[in-house]
């Protein structure tokens, strides 16, 4: 089950479970669109690996489903961030994190 995490982990934008702007990677790390084109160029910063839009879980189902509370707020270092994004690029996405 998703966790439907409730904020972008850079910017602290509110991402609430229906919001179109979540993306995720594999291992659920959330960021908003504009973060994710923006700042991270489309790399994970926790894992390297690519990032998805995020499912919308229907709204029937939040109360036996909920999503996450707690709130994972690391914004990243640009600068590093961009260094890592190129060579992340410089392979193919199945060997990004190698």
Avoid: K, W
């Avoid at 229906?18 to 669109?33: H, L």
């Avoid at 489309?42 to 996450?68: D, E, K, M, S, Y």
């Amino acid at each position: 089950m998703l966790e439907l995490r409730p904020i972008c982990e850079h910017c602290a934008t509110p991402l609430p479970p229906e919001a179109p702007q979540a993306r995720i990677c594999s291992y659920e790390c959330t960021f908003c669109a504009a973060c994710v084109e923006q700042v991270l160029y489309h790399v994970c910063p926790n894992c390297g690996g690519g990032f998805a839009p995020r499912p919308i879980r229907p709204a029937q189902r939040l109360g036996r489903h909920p999503p996450a509370t707690q709130a994972i707020h690391r914004p990243v270092d640009p600068i590093a961030h961009a260094a890592f994004a190129a060579r992340c690029a410089a392979g193919a996405d199945e060997r990004r994190a190698e």
